[in-house]
T-cell receptor, first 115, second 113 residues
């Protein structure tokens, strides 16, 4: 399944670095999501974009900055991260229109390690 | 608020065994219920879903029935295979446009040959 792709698949960065995660969906969907998956914790919804408008910011620290230039692309810009931000970051998309109650399609994730 | 509780893992079974992974929920109104599966090194993918009471979702030999009276959506499979080894997530969404999707913590399943 290559409907939702994420790059890079693995990223190691220092706390002072700036990096970006990229997500692209080829499904013609209108809603896109960022999730954080940490060991032994529930999946955490971070951001939701519906028709390129941000509709959800789930109390995410400002060191995470999303960008959605069009319905097919979603970025997560990272700066001055902390070691506890190390996790698997998952992107998802859904048809949209019904908000976040649609069935979601996930990418493979970016494994982020902050040193 | 809405919540999902699923059984702690890991669950270890032999090939061809019967599988049940329990999931119960708390929600106002009539949520939609989902099971997602995450294979090693991959993202989550939808396994099955049910959108109203007494609906049965099924896919790849897995089944789950939306039981409103017991607020449950247990995942079952009659004969598991090694390739079913993965992490399984129960989830729900409310009916309102702004309702969030809520995931359970996930249950890791190991199937031994």
């Amino acid at each position: 399944e290559t409907g939702v792709t994420q790059t890079p698949r693995h990223l190691v960065m220092g706390m002072t670095n700036k990096k970006s995660l990229k997500c692209e969906q080829h499904l013609g969907h209108n809603a896109m999501y960022w999730y954080k998956q940490s060991a032994k914790k529930p999946l955490e919804l971070m951001f939701v974009y519906n028709f390129k408008e941000q509709t959800e910011n789930n109390s995410v620290p400002s060191r995470f900055s999303p960008e959605c230039p069009n319905s097919s692309h979603l970025f997560l810009h990272l700066h001055t991260l902390q070691p506890e931000d190390s996790a698997l970051y998952l992107c998802a998309s859904s048809p949209g229109g019904q908000g976040i109650t649609d069935t979601q399609y996930f990418g493979p994730g970016t494994r982020l390690t902050v040193l | 608020g809405n919540s999902v509780t699923q059984m702690e893992g890991p669950v270890t079974l032999s090939e061809e065994a019967f599988l049940t992974i329990n999931c119960t929920y708390t929600a106002t109104g009539y949520p939609s219920l989902f099971w997602y599966v995450q294979y090693p090194g991959e993202g989550l993918q939808l396994l099955l879903k049910a959108t109203k009471a007494d609906d049965k979702g099924s896919n790849k030999g897995f089944e789950a029935t939306y039981r409103k009276e017991t607020t449950s959506f247990h995942l079952e499979k009659g004969s598991v295979q090694v390739s079913d080894s993965a992490v399984y997530f129960c989830a729900l969404t409310g009916r309102n446009r702004d309702d969030k999707i809520i995931f359970g913590k996930g249950t890791r399943l190991h199937i031994l040959p």
